[in-house]
């Protein structure tokens, strides 16, 4: 990228101050001798000038949200599995695991050989299904984003390794497979045998 | 330009330990600031309450993820915004853009009606950006984040904070040119 297009990409961040010693420099240099330049740091200025006017009063009213989130605080427990206004991927990982305890106390009433059916999610016939390993620090957000797009059904997970199997449907999967190994939050992922 | 705030982080390693008492505390100290934030990336006043207390209440409960290899208030401030994304995207923004603001009431002093004109034109010109490139300005103008900083609090590359706000900035300023043009015409 030449001078002055990197110039004009820094000069919100030479307004506010806080450009390394380096690119002020650089920056300082290129606008005594650039007219374009002189020209776009007066628009950012301006900006900067709206943002920073005097502001009317705070939104909302501390008083009643800290009394709410007080008493909030009480009733929620650290490192709990479901935040009060939760994640989509850790509603649907309660509601597998939910589903998969139900299946399995409801054999223990079944009698033998008989044809039953459970409330469990079978996996579709033929469905292939792909074993997904996230990143350290990936968030549940993420995760669920992820998983839960349409066509994918989330079987189980993570396992104790950290491992989600999700169903993609019918299909080889090898072209999600790529993409999915291409993004930054995916640690691992292939096509179950 | 934020530094490292050795009160804050002290407050976030008592919470650790389960202390409401400095939870309390660390509230108190980023309410304006999310406030503020949420408000400019959501622009509903009417959820701003209830998304404050969301987000401190992720703090609270991912306390002990805090690695201590940023600021806390990078990290804070990234929980915010990924927060506020989720709900800027479910809400229709043309519906935002028309009067979500207070009445200006009989009451109001001069320079207050002055203040929230200010925050509404503002508000306007936001409302004209994507929620991605409204948090990068937000985040370099109001709240003076470096480039960096503004990197790690969404969780996006340097230039891609860089061309959001290029992005930004040529449509604000194409607002400005077009509002100016509306002042003038007879």
Redesign the interface.
């Known amino acids: 990228m030449n001078q002055h297009a990197t110039v ?3 000069l ?2 030479f ?5 390394n010693e380096a690119d002020h420099a650089l920056v300082d240099k290129h606008l005594k001798v650039c007219e374009e330049c002189q020209s776009d740091l007066e ?2 200025l ?3 000038a ?13 008083n ?3 009394k ?3 008493a ?3 009733h ?5 599995l479901f ?3 939760g994640s989509s991927a850790t509603k649907v990982m309660a509601s597998v695991a939910g589903v998969f305890f139900i299946a399995a106390v409801s054999m223990l009433f079944v009698p033998d050989e008989t044809t039953f059916t459970t409330m469990s999610r079978s996996e579709p016939n033929h469905a292939t299904v792909l074993q997904i390993v996230f990143r350290d620090g990936v ?1 549940e ?1 993420s995760i669920g984003d992820i998983l839960m797009t349409e066509g994918r059904i989330l079987l189980s997970g993570p396992s104790r390794l950290g491992v989600y199997r999700v169903s993609i449907g019918s299909g080889p999967g090898d072209e999600l497979v790529r993409k999915l190994a291409e993004d930054p939050r995916v640690e691992f992922v292939e096509v179950e045998e | ?1 934020p530094k490292v705030n050795a009160q804050e982080l002290q407050l976030l390693k008592a919470t650790i330990s ?1 202390d ?1 008492g400095a ?2 505390e660390l ?2 100290l980023y ?2 600031r999310l ?2 934030f949420l ?1 400019r990336l959501v622009q509903d ?1 009417e959820v ?2 209830e998304l ?3 987000v ?3 703090v ?2 991912k ?2 993820q805090f690695r201590g290899d940023s600021n806390v208030s990078t990290w804070i401030l990234g929980i915010a915004y ?1 927060k506020g994304l ?1 709900a800027a995207r479910k809400m229709n923004r043309y519906r935002q853009i028309l009067g979500q603001f207070t009445d200006i009431t009989s009451t109001e002093s001069a320079s ?1 009606v002055e ?2 004109n ?2 509404r ?2 508000n306007r ?1 936001l409302g004209n950006l994507s929620t991605d490139q409204r948090a990068v ?2 985040l ?3 709240f ?4 960096p ?1 503004i990197a790690e609090i969404l969780d996006i590359p340097v230039n891609t904070v ?1 061309t959001r ?2 992005y930004a ?1 040529r449509t ?2 194409s607002s ?1 040119a077009k509002e100016a043009r509306r002042g003038e015409a007879p």
């Open positions: 004009a990409e820094l919100p961040w307004v506010n101050g806080t450009l628009q950012v301006e900006m900067s709206m943002f920073n006017a005097e502001k009317s009063d705070e939104i909302g009213t501390q009643a949200a800290r709410k989130f007080e909030a605080l009480a929620t427990k650290k490192d709990s935040e009060p206004y968030t957000d | 330009m389960d409401h939870m309390m509230y108190d309410y304006p406030t503020r408000y006043p701003i309450e404050v207390n969301d401190m209440l992720a609270w409960q306390s002990a990924r989720d207050e203040k929230i200010a925050d034109d503002l010109l300005a937000v370099s103008f109001e003076g984040y470096s480039y900083e860089k706000m290029y900035r604000m300023q400005l």
